[in-house]
């Protein structure tokens, strides 16, 4: 049975064979139950990110509404992938230029313990394993690495229109916890020579600093949910084919490319529209919101990386998901997690974008 509509493909078994034919037969198309259209094929998908009409937010709601006037709402409003506009491509080459003077510099992450290899215990590493190691490569000590995944973790849970209000205090609580540690490591005198880069080069683009720290606590706040699907169906991956753990660990970094290209952890993204727009003959109005299938373009051009998005706003991390991810793998096989038991036993994340396994439930 496929899984129609596209937005529970994300969670289904196998949604490959319906992503298949969505891109091939449907590249296009509205879904009134959704109120969305849906773009699937690399054209379509292209197609809508290069109009400037399409925004990564939409223009009557740049913040979630619930985050509004709280330092969870700034800290949102402050972040490359939720603007458009002049100042986004300023900020997102110094935080590309940032990544990569840092990865020159950056050694294999020191992965927090497990005390435990279970399914409990193993979600929770998953979960808290990529902001730890994004953590890491900022350069923040081993205790504020561990603050930093689970304000991450506190600021994700509000974010939600559902999330109550003990949950939205803690993500203003969490938000402005990371701001100021971030703008104080930013403004330390001993600043790693990457990041002073970064807050000379912000300096001269009229980047504040604040909206500099902000953007570092958007690095971390980007490696987590999908940084737990790349590790999870890594895993799962390791657990179907049956590999032993040194085999897994020898090759890692194959093991997660194949991932990306066939059980991908980001499944869509989505476009408002500011203005109307026409792709292929149809014209979507004013107001419309465009889901891109992203891993429905993955079936057309596996080699693509589609999970990472495409231009303008393409994710600036993706060396790093793949080297984190491989690093976590075997890391978590040294420990004796069992792929092939995981593997046996477990379900996805509710999660409307993000593929995440889930073995404990
Ligand atoms: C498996 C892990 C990851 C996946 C699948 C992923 C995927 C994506 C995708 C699809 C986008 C574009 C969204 C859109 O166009 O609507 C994006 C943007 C972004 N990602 Fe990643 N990402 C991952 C890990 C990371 C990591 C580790 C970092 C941190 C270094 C990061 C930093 C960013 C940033 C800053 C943006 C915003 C770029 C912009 O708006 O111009 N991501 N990511």
Redesign the pocket.
Known sequence: MLPAPPLLAVTHADPYPYYAALAREKPLYRDDALDLWIASHPDTILAV?RAPAAR?RPPSEPVPKGLCGGPAGELFGRF??MNDSAV?TRL?GL?AAF?QEQGARACTPQWPAMPATDAAAVDHWLTAA?VHA?AAFLGLAPALQADSAAQIAAFLSALPATADASQVAAGHAAARALQTRLESFLLADDVAPALRTLRDDGARADIPVAVLAANLA??LF??GE??A??LGNTLVHAGRRGLAAAEASADAEAIVGHVIRHD???HN??RFLADTLTVGGQRIEAGQTVLLV?AAAASVQPDASW???AL???????G??RH??ASALSHLLRAGADPAALAFRFRYRPLPNARVPQFAF
């Open positions: 990110m990564v490359v992938r986004h997102k935080l990544i990529p994004q958007g690095l980007q490696s999908a940084g699907g790349l991908p952890p980001l993204t989505r992203l999970t990472f998005g303008g706003h393409a994710c600036p991390g993706q790093l998901a984190h991810a």
